[in-house]
């Protein structure tokens, strides 16, 4: 087909912008895609944000737990090795001291000491023969009754010590009012005294004090402090007493009324 010039340049025009009108077109489509692109890119990065939000989330809650337990475990591993350590050093050291130190050795020689009767019951003491007199003994127990001043020594004193309420013995003992200060309370009716322990010398018959039984207390400190103990009243003594006042009444009225008859 043969055109002219003008119609070619027409169609030539005609071209052009068909074809600028399918580039605009397609920029026009492109943009349209990109605009109809972009909210599933916004809602992914909102996605992200909701994603990266609840894991911080779930980080501050949960996984701190079990992070603090992993430090716990890390420092009671840690805190094990150390005493590991520690007893190795000690171990090493006790070594060290054994394979150095000449002086601390067991003498094998040492004859067995029976002058020291470790924690001696008071009931023993009670109950005591010849063997006890002049022993280091150690005693525990509650201090009842009142401090006795010593007659002939102002600054010493007596004081009783009880092993057992249920089944009490007792046993008086010697000390200096020095060493009394630690007690508290006094045992007595509403009272519990203070639970001692003395460590001194037992006499069966002491030279010293008319041949008493005692014990020169050398060093004497106290378990537990005393207290204020209200008892509570036996209901059935209680009881008791009410029924026998009452009979006595009756016997009374009785005997009265028998006596006006006979009269
Ligand atoms: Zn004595």
């Not at 009880?162 to 060493?179: C, G, I, L, R, Y």
Request: negative net charge; aromatic residues 8%; hydrophobic residues 35%.
């Amino acid at each position: 087909m043969r055109l002219s010039l003008p119609s070619f340049r027409k169609n030539q025009n005609k071209g052009a912008r068909t074809a600028l009108s399918k580039k605009s077109a397609k920029t026009n489509t492109c943009e349209v895609s990109q605009d109809k692109a972009f909210p599933p890119f916004c809602s992914k990065f909102l996605l992200c944000v909701l994603l990266s939000i609840s894991l911080v989330l779930c980080l501050q809650g949960a996984p701190f737990v079990a992070w603090g337990d992993e430090s716990q475990d890390a420092q009671e591993t840690s805190q094990a090795e150390g005493n590991e350590n520690q007893d190795n050093s000690q171990a090493s050291s006790q070594d060290q001291s054994e394979t150095e130190d000449p002086n601390n050795k067991v003498y094998v020689n040492q004859l067995s000491d029976s002058s020291f009767l470790y924690e001696t019951a008071i009931a023993d003491l009670a109950e005591a023969d010849s063997y006890y007199e002049g022993l280091t003994v150690l005693v525990k127990g509650e201090v009842v009754g009142d401090r006795v001043n010593d007659e002939f020594r102002e600054d010493t004193c007596w004081i009783t010590l009880q092993d057992d309420e249920e089944n009490p013995s007792v046993v008086a003992v010697f000390m200096t009012k020095d060493q009394s200060s630690v007690i508290d309370t006094y045992g007595q009716y509403g009272k519990v005294g203070t639970q001692l322990q003395v460590r001194g010398t037992y006499h069966l018959e002491c030279s010293e004090h008319q041949g008493m039984s005692d014990i020169h207390a050398e060093e004497v400190s106290a378990l537990q402090e005393g207290y204020e103990q209200n008892p509570a009243p036996n209901m059935r003594t209680f009881g008791l007493a009410i029924v026998a006042c009452v009979i006595g009444v009756a016997l009374m009225a009785a005997y009265y009324i028998k006596r006006e008859r006979m009269l």
